[in-house]
């Protein structure tokens, strides 16, 4: 038996970048680019172009700080919805009576951030209301003139199902989706793979996350 899970996003991307086709990564949640990130490190060997999205100020400037000397990345401080407009963003303030990691999360739904999920003591006092501009995938695609995405990673605190279904809703078919599934209701968890299966992906749930490969190339 293997000492150490085996990394099925690193194979995906190893099997892309051999076959020339990781040149275009979007993430949404990047945060600050660093803490919990599963595809740094491929951003960094492979240097493909990437969209890094992240809605909360000050996470977006640390964002763009380690990222500094990197061309191939662009930071785009918005969050990613269904439609362009504005959004009620629920973060949790910076205090020092919380964990460090605390920091990192950010919510549409304002009770997904309770104690009794992340097992923080009165974290729903340290809860601020935050309004964000909100883009559809594809707005922001066709704005840097994509027309395709080779991996689309999605960390968006519960409203990860949801938001894989708007993309393929818009007709966007990234090669590889990899996104946080674990906190989505079920019923969500559920619509969310029928619909990737109807799109022509298979998939593996990976710990926390899904990871999906589209069988059926354009």
Not at 64 to 74: C, K, R
């Amino acid at each position: 038996m293997p000492s150490a899970p085996i990394d099925l996003l690193a194979l995906a991307v190893r099997d892309r970048v051999g076959q020339a086709q990781f040149n275009h990564v979007v993430q949404i949640g990047a945060h600050d680019g660093i803490s919990n990130d599963p595809i740094r490190a491929h951003l960094l060997r492979h240097r493909p172009k990437a969209l890094l999205v992240e809605p909360r100020p000050d996470a977006h400037a640390r964002l763009q700080v380690n990222y500094e000397g990197q061309p191939n990345v662009t930071c785009v401080n918005c969050a990613v919805g269904a439609t362009d407009g504005t959004a009620v963003l629920y973060t949790v303030r910076d205090d020092p009576a919380l964990p460090s990691w605390a920091a990192e999360l950010a919510s549409f739904d304002r009770q997904h951030l309770s104690s009794r999920r992340f097992r923080i003591p009165r974290l729903e006092s340290y809860i601020l209301p935050l309004d964000v501009p909100v883009r559809s995938l594809r707005s922001l695609t066709s704005e840097h003139g994509w027309d395709r995405i080779d991996l689309l990673q999605i960390d968006t605190e519960g409203f990860d199902c949801r938001l894989v279904m708007h993309v393929l809703e818009d007709e966007l078919r990234p090669t590889i989706i990899n996104y946080e599934s674990i906190h989505a209701p079920l019923p969500e968890q559920r619509a969310c793979k029928e619909a990737l299966i109807a799109c022509g992906y298979r998939f593996a749930d990976t710990g926390w996350d899904t990871l999906a490969i589209r069988e059926i190339q354009d």
